[in-house]
């Protein structure tokens, strides 16, 4: 966080972690709706791939979340995975692979296909980008250079793709 604070996931046991700069390490957020990627709003928030029940969510500094979406065309997400978060634009950028998670009742995929998604920072204007994933995984970006950055576990290969805002 802006303060030099460390968090990270414990999906397995369902919490979000937070290291202080002091060094005390404490459970930040439990349960975290199985939080996986996260990545810091500029705001301050942190934005969470809680692929508990397939969603994104948006946690305040005081551990507080809201559900910012869990649906694509009316159907749930596959597991939204990793996010990053435009510092200057109100968009993100988040990965949603297929794992069979064992908290799921679903054994199939909800979508079609694993792919990446841009969607406004409100969680309004979700679009699967045209790009064909195996598995896509990771992601992160480069505001200044304007290119996105995926891992596809699934091929082995890592793609830079030029940052489209609209």
Same mark, same amino acid.
């Given at each position: 966080d802006d303060q030099g604070n460390v968090f990270f996931t414990d999906q397995p046991n $369902? #919490?979000?972690v #937070?290291?202080?700069? &002091?060094?005390?390490?404490? &459970?930040? +957020?439990? =349960?975290?709706? #199985?939080?996986?990627?996260?990545?810091f709003a500029p705001d301050g928030k942190l934005i969470g791939c809680a692929d508990e029940n397939n969603e994104? @969510? %948006?946690?305040d500094s005081a551990? $507080?979340?809201r559900v910012l979406f869990g649906k694509f065309n009316d159907r749930k +997400?596959?597991? =939204?995975? &990793?996010? @990053?978060?435009? =510092?200057? +634009?109100?968009?993100?950028y988040f990965t949603d692979p297929y794992y069979q998670r064992p908290w799921w009742e679903h054994k199939q995929p909800p979508q079609e296909v694993q792919a990446i998604y841009r969607v406004g920072r409100d969680g309004d204007r979700? %679009? #699967? +980008?045209?790009f064909n994933f195996v598995q896509p995984n990771g992601i992160v970006g480069d505001a200044k250079r304007g290119?996105?950055?995926?891992? &596809?576990i699934g091929e082995g290969n890592i793609y830079r793709f030029q940052l489209d805002a609209k």
């Open positions: $369902n #919490r979000i #937070r290291v202080g700069v &002091d060094g005390k390490v404490e &459970d930040f +957020l439990k =349960p975290a709706g #199985r939080c996986n990627g996260m990545f994104m @969510w %948006e946690i551990g $507080n979340h +997400l596959n597991g =939204p995975n &990793d996010v @990053w978060v435009h =510092p200057v +634009l109100p968009i993100m979700i %679009e #699967r +980008l045209p290119v996105v950055y995926v891992a &596809d």
